[in-house]
């Protein structure tokens, strides 16, 4: 069975700054998706950035960028410049290219505070 | 921008108590999911809806669940005699046909059983 791991509750990153999420996972399969997911405290969880398992280029949207390590299996994402918006929980997941599944695998999550 | 909404944002229930949350998918998504976190655990996969019939469930999803989609908008799971063990957070999600591999999330619901 496929897992998600996030080895970091909590992360803290001054404003203007760069700060790095890390999310490792592992699966026996060739062909999936990675995503994070961003969720503001009360509010649902959003979409940052998604990556293909297929693709060797590392998503980038904006001021978020990943790092995709397939061998690895190590997804990470970067933020640069963080604003004060950006605080919030960081959700790493996971999902098979199996089209007979669609389910997320998530991981604990990292509560990112960025300080004024 | 069309949004996931769920609600009640916050429900409080006796054990043993039927419950049903409410989730409003973004209009033209034809997959459903229901996914659960219990207060600093990791978000879990409940059940996944399509063509109205459940598609994966999770061993979670015991007979104690169901979901339906009632109207043609609304999409509701109902747990029918809740436990102590009910108790947390419950996220709605959509996906359209054609880009199943992104699902939006709604607020969620916290349910609260004593």
Same mark, same amino acid.
């Given at each position: 069975? %496929?897992?998600?791991? %996030?080895?970091? +509750?909590?992360?803290?990153?001054?404003?203007?700054?760069?700060?790095?999420?890390? &999310?490792?996972?592992?699966?026996?399969?060739?062909?999936?998706? =990675?995503?994070?997911? $961003?969720?503001?405290?009360?509010?649902?969880?959003? @979409?940052?950035?998604?990556?293909?398992?297929?693709? *060797?280029?590392?998503?980038?949207?904006?001021?978020?960028?990943?790092?995709?390590?397939?061998?690895?299996?190590?997804?990470? @994402? $970067?933020?640069?410049?963080?604003?004060?918006?950006?605080?919030?929980?960081?959700?790493?997941?996971?999902?098979?290219?199996?089209?007979?599944?669609?389910?997320?695998? #998530?991981?604990?999550?990292?509560?990112? $505070?960025? @300080?004024? | 921008?069309?949004?996931?909404?769920?609600? +009640?944002?916050?429900?409080?229930?006796?054990?043993?108590?039927?419950?049903? =949350?409410? &989730?409003?998918?973004?209009?033209?998504? =034809?997959?459903?999911?229901?996914?659960? *976190?219990?207060?600093?655990?990791?978000?879990?996969?409940?059940?996944?809806?399509?063509?109205?019939?459940?598609?994966?469930?999770?061993?979670?999803?015991?007979?104690? #669940?169901?979901?339906?989609?009632?109207?043609?908008?609304?999409?509701?799971?109902?747990?029918?005699?809740? $436990?102590?063990?009910?108790?947390?957070?419950?996220? &709605?999600?959509?996906?359209?046909?054609?880009?199943?591999?992104? %699902?939006?999330?709604? +607020?969620?619901?916290?349910?609260?059983? =004593?």
């Amino acid at each position: 069975a %496929q897992t998600v791991t %996030q080895s970091q +509750p909590e992360m803290s990153v001054q404003e203007a700054e760069t700060v790095t999420l890390s &999310c490792t996972y592992d699966t026996s399969e060739s062909d999936y998706y =990675l995503f994070w997911y $961003k969720q503001p405290p009360s509010r649902q969880m959003i @979409l940052v950035i998604r990556q293909e398992a297929y693709k *060797q280029q590392n998503a980038t949207e904006n001021r978020f960028s990943v790092n995709f390590q397939k061998a690895a299996k190590s997804f990470s @994402l $970067k933020i640069s410049d963080s604003q004060l918006g950006d605080a919030a929980m960081y959700f790493c997941a996971y999902r098979s290219a199996d089209s007979g599944t669609y389910k997320y695998i #998530f991981g604990t999550g990292t509560r990112l $505070k960025v @300080l004024a | 921008e069309p949004e996931v909404t769920q609600t +009640p944002s916050h429900q409080v229930t006796q054990m043993g108590q039927e419950v049903i =949350l409410r &989730c409003v998918p973004i209009s033209n998504h =034809l997959y459903f999911y229901w996914y659960r *976190q219990i207060l600093g655990q990791k978000v879990e996969f409940l059940v996944s809806f399509y063509n109205n019939e459940i598609s994966e469930k999770s061993e979670i999803f015991d007979d104690q #669940f169901s979901v339906e989609r009632p109207d043609g908008s609304n999409f509701t799971l109902k747990i029918r005699s809740t $436990k102590l063990e009910d108790s947390a957070m419950y996220f &709605c999600a959509s996906s359209e046909i054609g880009a199943a591999d992104t %699902q939006y999330f709604g +607020p969620g619901t916290r349910l609260t059983v =004593l």
